[in-house]
């Protein structure tokens, strides 16, 4: 655990741009107009980020320092988990005492948009945290596989859902409602529930696709 823990700190230390990138972007992103997007939601940009600098920077270093693959996947799950706690708590918190105050006569936080503050605050806090934890998950298995022929075919496969599904309207119908039921949905014990189900699925996938990951 000692060794996890140190491997978290590293992952942490060494994720200074995504820290520095997010934090710019939303003290600088400015808006027009009476409705505009809060500046809360561009920490939702450090999920993003993140799993790109473990994956492509951090992996090579701590197994060249080493570290054995299972620490090093635990400690990305770990440091995912802490990061979307964080993110979750900035972006309520900007919610609660920044959006109210706002010259814009209408302020749009994801919050709301995706039904999750129906449940109260707290409840909604949550349901974003485990959101941005599956997103997050979801990047390193993707980003992981990236240099297999299975990572292009997933790939393949993700675009042409997309691609088909869209403009066909019952496939639609299909993708909008998997769209609902992962991200707009108010039902905060469904939607926590569906989160860590597909996160604990990707990361057995993870494991899977670590196993076979080379420098």
Same mark, same amino acid.
């Given at each position: 655990?000692?060794?996890?823990?140190?491997?978290?700190?590293?992952?942490?230390?060494? *994720?200074?741009?995504?820290?520095?990138?997010?934090?710019? $972007?939303?003290?600088?992103?400015?808006?027009?107009?009476?409705?505009?997007?809060? *500046?809360?939601?561009?920490?939702?940009?450090?999920?993003?980020?993140?799993?790109?600098?473990? $994956?492509?920077?951090?992996?090579?270093?701590?197994?060249?320092?080493?570290?054995?693959?299972?620490?090093?996947?635990?400690?990305?799950?770990?440091?995912?988990?802490?990061?979307?706690?964080?993110?979750?708590?900035?972006?309520?918190?900007?919610?609660?005492?920044?959006?109210?105050?706002?010259?814009?006569?209408?302020?749009? *936080?994801?919050?709301?948009?995706?039904?999750?503050?129906?449940?109260?605050? $707290?409840?909604?806090?949550?349901?974003?945290?485990?959101?941005?934890?599956?997103?997050?998950?979801?990047?390193?298995?993707?980003?992981?596989?990236?240099?297999?022929?299975?990572?292009?075919?997933?790939?393949?496969?993700?675009?042409?859902?997309?691609?088909?599904?869209?403009?066909?309207?019952?496939? %639609?119908?299909?993708?909008?409602?998997?769209?609902?039921?992962?991200?707009?949905?108010?039902?905060?014990?469904?939607?926590?529930?569906?989160?860590?189900?597909?996160?604990?699925?990707?990361?057995?996938?993870?494991?899977?696709?670590?196993? %076979?990951?080379?420098?």
């Amino acid at each position: 655990m000692t060794a996890i823990l140190a491997i978290v700190k590293r992952l942490l230390a060494s *994720n200074k741009i995504s820290f520095i990138i997010t934090a710019l $972007v939303v003290l600088c992103a400015t808006s027009s107009g009476d409705i505009v997007l809060s *500046n809360g939601n561009y920490t939702w940009l450090l999920a993003v980020l993140t799993p790109f600098f473990f $994956v492509f920077y951090d992996f090579t270093k701590l197994m060249y320092l080493g570290t054995s693959k299972k620490d090093y996947f635990f400690s990305c799950l770990i440091s995912y988990g802490f990061l979307a706690f964080g993110i979750s708590l900035v972006n309520t918190a900007i919610h609660l005492l920044i959006d109210p105050v706002y010259p814009a006569q209408t302020v749009i *936080n994801m919050m709301d948009v995706c039904k999750w503050t129906e449940n109260g605050i $707290v409840a909604a806090g949550l349901q974003q945290m485990f959101f941005l934890l599956l997103v997050m998950v979801f990047l390193h298995v993707l980003l992981s596989m990236q240099t297999h022929w299975y990572g292009w075919l997933t790939d393949a496969v993700l675009v042409a859902i997309i691609c088909i599904f869209t403009p066909i309207a019952p496939l %639609r119908a299909v993708l909008t409602g998997i769209f609902q039921t992962i991200m707009l949905n108010s039902n905060a014990v469904l939607h926590i529930g569906i989160c860590l189900l597909l996160s604990a699925a990707l990361s057995l996938g993870g494991l899977v696709v670590l196993k %076979r990951k080379t420098l």
